[in-house]
Every structure is written in structure tokens, then in C-alpha cells.
């Protein structure tokens, strides 16, 4: 099973990008996805999450300008990036976990919780 995740690219600040993420390989059903980010030099951090109840969390630097859902399927994930600032700039990768139903907050569920990840998509916002 595979994570693919695509839409990433070049924004002005100001500007709105929507990232995607596909499960690929089997049909698998989501105890909890996850976009996450990493910009150079920095630690690899936490960006949204949604359970299998479809509840979604955000970090604080992102409440408001994004918003994480998934597709009917429960195995498809999508992140609408609004109001780009600079600071947005990083890899995002798409990362998800299964098995039974977990309550998996941005702010308590870091990057070893979840098993399986995409490659990444390269997100750069210009000022």
C-alpha cells in the first residue's frame, strides 16, 4: 500500500494551492490521516489530521487559512491551502495509520504514530 501524494508547486504569498493524496496498491481503510510538513532544517511537524469520523484538527499556524478532507472512500486526502504566507514553504507529505478507531489530535499524534507515507510534494510560497 502506497500513499501518492500530488498538487504541490509555486505560490505567491496570498494565494491558495490544493494538495492531494491517493492510497494506491490496495483498498485500505484509514484509522487516521495526516498531512504533515518539513522545511529545511527544521523538525518534521504536524499540519491537520482527520479520524474516521471525518473530525479534523489543525496546528495553529494553519487554523483558518487550511482545510484537510477526505474522500468518500475514507483512503483519499486532500488539503486546501489558502492565504499562503512564506513561512508555508516545505515539503508536505501525506501520512496515514490503520487499525481501530484512534482520536489522533495534530497537537498529540506525531510522525511515529503513522506507518505508511508519501514522498512528498515540494510547496513554495514567494513573498
Known amino acids: 500500500v502506497q500513499l501518492v501524494e500530488s498538487g504541490g508547486g509555486s505560490a505567491q504569498a496570498g494565494e491558495s494551492l490544493t494538495l492531494s493524496c491517493t492510497t494506491s496498491?490496495?483498498?485500505?481503510?484509514?484509522?487516521?490521516m495526516a498531512w504533515f510538513r518539513q522545511a529545511p532544517g527544521k523538525e518534521r511537524e504536524g499540519v491537520a489530521t482527520i479520524d474516521t469520523y471525518g473530525i479534523p484538527t489543525y496546528a495553529d499556524s494553519v487554523k483558518g487559512r487550511f482545510t484537510i478532507s477526505q474522500g468518500n472512500a475514507k483512503n483519499a486526502l486532500s488539503l486546501q491551502m489558502n492565504s499562503l504566507k512564506p513561512e508555508d514553504t516545505a515539503v508536505y507529505y501525506c501520512a496515514a495509520t490503520g487499525g481501530p478507531y484512534v482520536r489522533c489530535a495534530v497537537d498529540s499524534y506525531g510522525p511515529s504514530r503513522f506507518g505508511t507515507w508519501g514522498q512528498g510534494t515540494q510547496v513554495t510560497v514567494s513573498s
Open positions: 496498491g490496495d483498498t485500505a481503510i484509514w484509522a487516521c
